[in-house]
């Protein structure tokens, strides 16, 4: 007779089930979860075209400032807005200007307070960027230019800027002296 090891009793055995084991109480796992991402605000202008459209003999400067914007945490979902301005640009002609705000909803569960905002800076953007990416291409070159991909943006060295930048630009507290006075 073959034995049975999957913990059950037989069919026609009237004793109790056997307890389940019981383990030991785990803390709930953290976890971001992304409810919907979507353009919010999608802007294309080529101010000089069709003559912005024609060969030119040198490439043009390209200019591209990114920006992230979380929003308030309510009801552990967020949104976070991601804003990126790219304009082409020959001298003194614009050959065209793109700007992009695409944003995400995402759902924080079990996040503690103090690696709220490292998520909402780095983790976020970082997932919605890729789509964001495409966009700028496709709107590139449904205007006529060739598409413009954007290199990848690491958003911890962002966010490690930002954090400096408020550092310096916060106030010293009365009797503390500056540290490079």
Excluded: H
């Excluded at 019981?22 to 971001?32: E, K, R």
């Excluded at 709107?139 to 800027?161: E, T, V, W």
């Amino acid at each position: 007779m073959a034995e049975d090891n999957s913990g059950r009793q037989p069919a026609g055995n009237a004793q109790q089930p056997v307890a389940a084991k019981t383990a030991a109480p785990q803390a709930a796992p953290q976890n971001l979860g992304v409810l919907a991402q979507y353009i919010k605000d999608l802007s294309f202008e080529s101010p000089g075209a069709p003559q912005s459209l024609r060969t030119r003999g040198s490439s043009p400067t390209i200019n591209i400032t990114i920006n992230v914007e979380p929003g308030q945490v309510t009801n552990d979902e967020v949104q976070v807005d991601l804003k990126i301005e790219a304009k082409a640009t020959t001298g003194d002609t614009v050959l065209f200007a793109i700007e992009l705000v695409y944003g995400g909803l995402f759902k924080l569960n079990n996040i503690p307070p103090e690696a709220i905002q490292p998520i909402l800076r780095i983790e976020c953007p970082r997932l919605l960027f890729p789509f964001a990416r495409q966009i700028i291409a496709d709107a590139s070159r449904n205007g006529g230019f060739p598409p413009l991909l954007i290199d990848p943006i690491d958003f911890m060295s962002l966010y490690r800027q930002r954090l400096a930048q408020a550092q310096k630009a916060a106030p010293a507290t009365p009797g503390e002296t500056p540290a490079s006075a």
